[in-house]
């Protein structure tokens, strides 16, 4: 009767199936915790959410070979600036109504969701709402009431939602601070409105 090998024994793959997914546990909890350091709000990558009281906007790195988040000088979303307990409050309140509101039905934020209608990563910075001067009203106008605008007359319609005035402003705010992140460039071929003076 031939001897059995080592490396074709039972007990050989079972040890060593035991070390391997205890080890790869070791480096998940790792991960887990590398990666959230890197995603909260408040770090290199994710803005603080008192940015929505700047002017964000993207310019292109060679370095990286795509565009890239710019926090600039001080423009309060809705013209007044929030401290950091408000920004927070406000921007959650935003990513609430996102949520109640299964936008991601059809709509998808940094890639996750529904690619029925556009992404809306970048929304705050869509050359589509016009001017920066009236960008924040036509936005807040088309959340509560998006059957009557441009933006609804070419391709999918948004229904209407039945948005409050106060859910439509958070939305924005929630938008405005998401455009703040930096995303690795996506969605890749982005255009950002124009927003020099």
């Given amino acids: 009767m031939e001897a059995e090998n080592w490396w074709s024994s039972q007990s050989f793959w079972r040890k060593s199936a035991i070390w391997i997914t205890a080890g790869m546990a070791v480096v998940l909890i790792f991960l887990t915790f590398d990666t959230l350091a890197q995603i909260s709000a408040g770090t290199k990558r994710v803005p603080a959410y008192s940015v929505i009281n700047n002017r964000i906007s993207y310019v292109f790195d060679e370095k990286r070979n795509f565009q890239v988040p710019v926090i600039g000088q001080e423009e309060p979303l809705f013209g007044k ?89 958070a939305t924005v705010a929630f938008l405005k601070w998401m455009s703040s992140i930096d995303t690795n460039g996506f969605p890749y071929n982005f255009k950002p409105m124009d927003q020099e003076n």
């Fill in 81 to 169: 600036k929030l401290t950091e307990e408000e920004a927070e409050a406000m921007v959650s309140h935003g990513k609430l109504t996102v949520q109640a509101k299964n936008c991601m039905n059809c709509h998808s934020i940094l890639g996750n969701g529904a690619y029925y209608a556009p992404d809306l990563t970048k929304a705050w910075l869509d050359p589509w709402w016009g001017s920066k001067e009236i960008r924040e009203a036509q936005m807040v106008a088309f959340l509560m009431n998006p059957q009557d605008r441009l933006h609804n007359a070419l391709g999918r319609k948004m229904p209407n939602l039945g948005i409050t005035e106060e859910e439509a402003k």
